[in-house]
């Protein structure tokens, strides 16, 4: 479904360079690794500017058009890209200028096509960082992720769900622009800059709209630029790793260590998820085996002043935990260095996504999780996944603390092959019945892809219901993404 | 109007929250109606607000507060929540509310030391909550407004902030689970809860609804009622209870065995841009339990004893003070660990040209300003609403970056000084700024704040005016309009006289909106709205959804 | 004084709410962080210091009347004076307990007065005691005692009973011991038996000010008359009147030195005069009444004026702000420690913070149900801290207690007062 759309008006718009309705880009966009069915969108168009997205929201209201924005570049897993009812995919790979770095306040202002290794590089040049997902995609926006609300793996900068994020800038499904948070005005962001200001104050006085728009899958509206929250470089790492067969002692041990701010790194792998990431063009079976069940990875920094003395100050306190953890600490892991996993999962994947690597294809399964939780739903994913011929060897886990160890984000990684149908329908079988089983053992699925929503909002109706009335509010016409979440 | 005791609405409600916690007694309800603000926006020269509710109740659960709702939506009634009320939105802003007073409710449910939340009913207050978690080795952020606030109100509805913003986040920010009764009576369970997985998070699932539920300021009482929520709570390195005593004189606590992990340190700089580097140094190396930073002229407020001790203290120590400081709270696992953090903050006090403040890190004032770092306690309430009767900020409540921060502070300085050499203002030398410091130095909050005689319509309108020029200034100069000081300065023209008096002050361009959205009833937003996107009119759109019967008091803001 | 002198002051409430609860800094727990029983019981704003200063505001603008739902209100306040304290770590302006007695100073003058206090008021005046009872039996409770008669013969120290002491049977070995503990160390005591009269302080605060300033007019006289040097109660609501409602009224008992029992017990022991035998193991608490501690501060009347000095109200002269740091505290503490065997254990309600009996102000006699009420509270206080007795030193508060240890079965908790403890001791 196009509506009443043709490419004239497209291309009056966007030019002709950026609008695509050949059979073969548009077949890349009709589907991804997720279960979702394809759908083929009428058009790819791929805007240069805010006012060009302007534009392609009023036509497309108009005439009734779904628009489905996409910013990372494949592959793409969740099915938040597939066009269900067809439409317009608005691709923003190609708006991907780091706008600004700014070292006084540890702040960018990037656009959506930016990806992590390229503001990486940026922000080392100012001796700072951006907290990063666990060894994302190379292909992955950085926006993507943030409007994804995808944790980061340092939790004591992690102070809530929205971080690294700060302010955006919207075209909200009706066309108005907005700027969050102190972006807003008063003045224009050039006023602003000019006065001091670097957008990246989050609260509004009275709402914080940036959060409809994170996890909301382009379903509100579409984000052109974005503040992130940056950090120091620190002066000194000393990365220590902690490993056995017994989860519930690590995590007490991970509980402590982000409870009393002891590390900034900090995440518990399985011997699955480790080898996958470890591998790299290697044997990633190989290499599991040689593995321990779960590792314990984290990392002591030190800044500025003092970097190695604080370093050996916390090291010593952390060990001291340790011991009343019943937990050792190695610098290397059947021969894998700590050194070498700050390293690897500090940045995007190169080459091959490490979830690909195992089998080919990779379901993930993630949620939010209570403390009591953690051991609970792995227990019950190794049952599930055992009472329905799942190999457990080929589920990855990986645990990390969000919000500074208020709740933990789980993941379960099925590694399956995907060119296999057989293989495949059952994979999706097993991922619908066993996220249900999850959900019924206090797994909250916060960030609701795929084939999940309906389970979701069947469970919190009145939440459904508000959304669909907030929703009613930015995207009158629901011609953002239509079908995904409870829309 | 009070509801008549014959009529339905009257008889429902008391059915649902029993004969002892409804009333209708216009003395009794003006308990609800005297306010701190009240002088600003009711009759000039006492703090009673223009109008009385319809009734007040206090109901005792969220089944209750439901039940309230809906006949307040069956009534075409309006209804308004509050907790321990203490501003002038607490009042009812317009015709036919009842007021929920929401006392009754006020116990600590849960405290989850492994998720680290407390849950909480909205009359529970920072001292009971703290005082409980730190049995367990736990700490919470304090609203620097007074331990004797609503935890929930804050994080939930209202604003503040507080020394633990530093590595805590801010107030709204520690907010994990809700329960909010919604305009129309149904009952959202945010977050985890709605999918019954606990407390542990307000966002998602999907859009994270917690973006329509608050921001900077809260919906102050004007978006349904809040009845429950979990709050983030963080590790406590010292003892499980802070002992002190001659515990009844401010200014003069002393501790008890408070352990060697602990220490305070008050730090001075040459200048504003000093001090924030030194603000973000700190955050940098993550050093600091909490943090905050109060001018010389407000210090001495808060540790004067009585009125008149103030005027003989500022006499004695106000040019013995530096200007320009900040403080900042180790607290640490272990001696070694401050011992360390100490020479990292000298390096910083060597980099930036500070240095140490001796004369408020000793006796008498070391213990009590460490107290009010750890506990708040009521001496931020001591040093400004309790010598006067009336503070507020001029600007507001302002979040801001590393490089805007001193030229808010000094602006309003200056601009401050002429009201009080004018008398019409306390005199804290115009050095009244007060501020805390966001996630590790991100982001430094500040309040310039102002004393002034409530029941001296002169001096309250003196507070008005000098709001509404700091206001023109720091659009002007900063690109920068509070939500707070407008608020405040709108509010005061509610009352039909003074607003005709305002509109002469105000630069025509404000006038203009403000004529054009007055009909909208919302003075506030008309101010605030034009200069930030229009903002206000999408709540609008978004509370006409939540709220079809127009139930919830919420003008304004 | 009168509600309009107020006026001034209750214009700064800032309706903090801090008047609901102790001061802040002394919180230890969530469960006792209360200090006003009439709020933390009724809930409604305008229980608490805060919304009774307000009522008053309301009422002096003429905003509204005594209905009968303020006439309860005013009436269900023990005028304990925890929410003065409270307040004044904050404030100075604001006097939230003086309004509080003036708005019942005020329903008498409209003749809106409660009735149950009516009738206590109107046997009280007329037998020159709370029970109504005969002036005559007065005296009774020292019957085959050795003591001095004051009024006929000199004594260096006037034991003044009190009502509960001479008149309730169960209170009268306290009185007796208190005696007997006195004169056994050398102490020259006489009392006035049945020349004793009730020292007012009910009718104060129940508020009969007249009614007081009559009956306390004529105590004054006979004490001053007998010619004693100390005057020595074992009563805390005496000790208070004495100390604080005297001087109010401008009632003179100067050249008399007051002292609680506490403090002569304190100094007796201190100096060896009492010989302590026995040993009582015991986990025991002790309860601060409201009217020997907070409210038995020194009190100085203030004459002056506000003055504007850097824009804020500043006394002139320097005024002494009443926070109740200046009652009896550390006299029945040290007298409790000076017992061998016994484990002295704080509730987290103390000193000029201490939660009240629930009996004060007229509630005991008007609202018994609030008054047990508000003692049941502290029983569950003491009981949290796994004490096995309460001690006091007032005989209203220990009836306050008893009933409600009856009422509320908190199970084997004693309650005791302080010289029974002593006695035991000796």
């Given amino acids: 479904m196009s509506g009443g759309i043709d490419r004239k008006q497209l291309v009056d718009i966007a030019g002709k360079d950026n609008v695509f309705d050949d059979e073969e880009t548009l077949d890349a966009y009709s589907q991804d690794e997720s279960f979702l069915p394809p759908r083929r969108p009428s058009f790819v168009v791929k805007p240069k500017g805010r006012d060009e997205i302007v534009a392609l929201l009023k036509i497309a209201n108009e005439t009734k058009t779904p628009l489905v924005p996409v910013s990372s570049g494949p592959p793409h897993f969740r099915g938040d890209t597939v066009p269900e009812y067809g439409g317009i995919v608005l691709d923003l790979s190609g708006m991907s200028k780091i706008l600004f770095v ?204 003092l970097p190695e003395e604080r370093v050996s100050i916390l090291e010593k306190e952390t060990r001291e935990i340790a011991k009343l953890c019943n937990v050792g600490l190695q610098d290397a892991v059947a021969g894998l260095p700590a050194e070498k996993v700050l390293d690897i999962t500090g940045q995007p994947c190169a080459d091959t996504y490490w979830k690909l690597r195992k089998r080919g294809a990779c379901q993930d399964i993630y949620f939010i999780s209570s403390f009591d939780g953690i051991a609970r739903c792995v227990e019950v994913m190794r049952e599930f996944a055992g009472r329905n011929g799942l190999p457990v060897r080929d589920i990855g886990v990986y645990v990390q603390p969000v919000c500074q160890g208020h709740g933990y984000h789980c993941e379960f990684n099925i590694f399956h092959k995907g060119e296999d149908h057989a293989e495949r329908e059952r994979v999706k079988d097993a991922y619908e019945s066993l996220c249900r089983v999850l959900l019924n053992n206090g797994a909250f699925f916060s960030r609701p892809y795929d084939l999940l929503p309906e389970m979701v909002y069947e469970r919190d109706a009145v939440a459904g219901g508000v959304l669909r009335k907030v929703k009613s509010v930015f995207d009158p016409n629901n011609i953002l993404n239509p079908g995904k979440l409870c829309f | 109007m009070a509801l008549e005791e014959s009529s339905q609405a009257y008889r429902q409600l008391r059915e649902i929250v029993g004969e002892e916690n409804i009333t209708t007694d216009p003395v009794v309800m003006d308990t609800y109606v005297w306010q701190w603000l009240g002088d600003l926006v009711g009759e000039k020269g006492n703090c009673f607000m223009p109008l009385r509710p319809e009734a007040v109740v206090l109901p005792g659960s969220t089944r209750e507060v439901q039940r309230v709702v809906k006949v307040c939506n069956r009534f075409g009634l309006k209804f308004k929540a509050h907790s321990t009320g203490w501003i002038s939105y607490a009042a009812p802003l317009t015709e036919g509310v009842v007021i929920l007073d929401l006392r009754r409710m006020d116990r600590i449910l849960e405290i989850n030391t492994k998720d680290m939340y407390a849950l909480i009913e909205p009359y529970v207050t920072f001292s009971q909550l703290q005082a409980e978690l730190m049995k367990v080795g736990l700490n919470c952020e304090v609203n620097a407004a007074g331990s004797n606030c609503s935890a929930l109100a804050q994080a939930a509805a209202g604003f503040g902030a507080g020394y633990g913003n530093y590595h805590m986040g801010y107030g709204a920010g520690t907010l994990l689970g809700v329960e909010w009764v919604l305009p129309d009576g149904e009952v959202l369970k945010m977050g985890s809860l709605g999918s019954g997985c606990g407390w542990i998070t307000s966002d998602g699932p999907g859009p994270s609804l917690k973006g329509i539920m608050r921001g900077h300021m809260g919906t102050l009482g004007g978006c349904g009622v809040f009845t429950k929520c979990a709050l983030r709570v963080y590790h406590w390195p010292g003892p499980t209870e802070i002992v002190c005593e001659n515990e009844a004189m401010p200014g003069y606590e002393r501790f008890v065995n408070l352990p060697d992990n602990i220490a305070m340190y008050y730090l001075y700089f040459d200048d504003y841009e000093k001090r924030s580097e030194a603000i973000c140094k700190v955050g940098e190396e993550d050093i600091g339990y909490v943090m905050g930073f109060m001018q010389r002229g407000l210090a001495i407020l808060g540790l004067a004893d009585t009125n008149a001790h103030f005027v003989d203290l500022k006499e004695d120590l106000f040019d013995a003070l530096p200007s320009i400081s900040f403080v900042v709270l180790l607290a640490t696992h272990s001696r070694e660990e401050l011992e360390h953090q100490k020479r990292v903050l000298e390096k910083i006090l060597e980099e930036t040209g500070g240095g140490y403040i001796e004369l408020l890190q000793q006796e008498p004032f070391n213990d009590v300003i460490t107290l009010h770092l750890i506990k708040v306690g009521t001496l931020s309430a001591h040093a400004v609403c309790g010598r006067s009767g009336a503070f507020l900020c001029a600007p507001g409540s302002n979040a801001v970056t590393r490089r805007i921060a001193g030229r808010l502070e000094s602006l309003s300085i200056e601009l401050k000084k002429k009201y009080i050499e004018e008398g019409k203002l306390v005199d804290d030398g115009g050095e009244g700024t007060w501020g805390v410091v966001w996630d590790h130095g991100h982001t430094i909050y500040i309040e310039n704040l102002v004393e002034w005689d409530p029941a001296d319509p002169e001096s309250s309108m003196a507070h008005v005016r000098l709001q509404e020029e700091v206001n023109k200034e720091t659009i002007e100069k900063l690109s920068y309009l509070s939500s707070m000081g407008t608020f405040v300065e709108e509010s005061a023209k509610m009352n039909p006289e003074d607003m005709v008096k305002l509109k002469d002050m105000t630069p025509s361009d404000l006038i203009e909106k403000s004529e054009e959205m007055a009909a909208a009833h919302s003075p506030y937003d008309a101010k605030l709205g034009p200069l930030l996107r229009n903002y206000h009119v999408w709540l609008r759109r978004i509370r006409e959804q939540l709220d079809p019967n127009n139930s919830s008091d919420a003008s304004p803001p | 004084m009168a509600l309009e002198d107020y006026e001034f ?110 009738s206590v008021r109107e046997r009280l005046v007329k037998t020159n005691n709370i029970f109504g009872k005969k002036q005559a039996d007065r005296g009774k409770w020292a019957e085959g005692l050795k003591v001095k008669d004051a009024g006929a013969e000199a004594a260096e120290v006037l034991f003044f009973a009190g009502c509960r002491l001479s008149y309730d049977d169960s209170f009268a070995p306290v009185a007796r011991k208190s005696v007997e503990l006195m004169s056994g160390a050398g102490m020259d005591v006489g009392i006035l038996g049945k020349g004793e009269t009730c020292c007012g302080g009910r009718l104060f605060d129940m508020g009969y000010r007249e009614d007081f300033r009559k009956l306390a007019s004529t105590i004054a006289k006979k004490i001053k008359a007998c010619g004693a040097k100390r005057l020595v109660t074992a009563c805390g609501c005496c000790y208070g009147t004495f100390k604080q409602f005297f001087p109010m009224m401008e009632l003179d008992l100067e050249g008399v030195e007051l002292l609680h029992i506490s403090e002569v017990l304190d100094d007796l022991m201190g100096e060896g005069k009492i010989e302590l035998k026995r040993e009582i193991p015991l986990r ?143």
């Fill in chain 3, 9 to 118: 002051g209750a214009r700064y409430c800032s309706r903090d709410s801090i008047c609901k609860f102790i001061p802040q800094y002394a919180v230890k727990d969530a469960r006792f962080a209360q200090c006003c029983p009439s709020i933390s019981r009724y809930n409604v704003h305008a229980y608490s210091g805060g919304g009774r200063v307000i009522m008053a505001t309301s009422l002096l603008q003429g905003r509204g009347e005594i209905s009968e739902e303020v006439k309860e209100i005013i009436y269900k306040c023990q005028l304990c004076g925890a929410c003065q304290t409270s307040c004044h770590i904050v404030t100075e302006l604001v006097e939230p307990l003086e309004i509080a007695r003036e708005l019942k100073f005020r329903c008498v003058e409209e003749g809106k007065e409660n009735q149950a206090l009516s």
């Fill in chain 1, 102 to 305: 700014d070292r006084e306040d540890r702040v960018a202002m990037i656009e959506p096509g930016v990806r992590f290794r390229e503001l990486q590089a940026a922000l080392r040049k100012e001796g700072m960082k951006l907290p990063i997902p666990l060894c994302p995609r190379e292909t992955k926006s950085v926006v993507g992720s943030c409007l994804e609300r995808e944790p980061h793996t340092i939790p004591k900068y992690h102070l809530d769900h929205c971080d690294p994020l700060s302010c955006a800038e919207v075209v909200f499904g009706t066309g108005d622009v907005f700027c969050t948070g102190e972006a807003a005005g008063p003045g224009t962001i050039e006023d602003k800059q000019k006065a001091g200001w670097r957008q990246k104050i989050r609260v509004e006085p009275q709402t914080e709209l940036i959060r409809l728009f994170q996890g909301s899958q382009g379903t509100m509206g579409i984000v052109t630029w974005v503040t992130v929250r940056c950090e120091v470089m620190p002066g000194t790492q000393k990365p220590l790793l902690a490993a056995g067969d017994d989860l519930e002692a690590l995590l007490e041990f991970l509980y402590r260590l982000v409870r009393m701010r002891l590390c900034d790194e900090a995440f518990i792998l399985d011997g699955a998820d480790m080898a996958a990431i470890a591998a790299e063009d290697g044997d990633v079976d190989a290499l599991q085996d040689t593995l321990p069940r779960w590792i314990l990875f984290f990392c002591i920094s030190g800044y500025r002043i």
């Fill in chain 3, 284 to 426: 025991v608490t002790y309860h601060d009444p409201c009217h020997l501690g907070r409210l038995g501060e020194p009190y100085e009347r203030w004459e002056g004026q506000y003055v504007k000095k850097l824009g804020l109200w500043v006394a002139e002269p320097d005024r002494e702000v009443r926070r109740g740091l200046g009652g009896v505290f550390d006299p029945p503490r040290n007298v409790i420690a000076g017992i061998e065997g016994i484990k002295l254990v704080e509730m987290k309600r103390k000193r000029e913070y201490a939660w009240c009996c629930g009996a004060g102000g007229g509630v005991l006699e008007a609202y018994p149900e609030f008054a047990a009420w508000t003692a049941g509270e502290r029983l569950q206080e003491a009981m949290s801290e796994g004490c096995e007795a309460l001690v006091t030193a007032c005989p209203w508060c220990e009836t306050a207690f008893r009933m409600a240890v009856k009422e509320s079965g908190v199970g084997e908790l004693k309650v005791m007062d302080l010289v029974d403890l002593v006695a035991m001791a000796t």
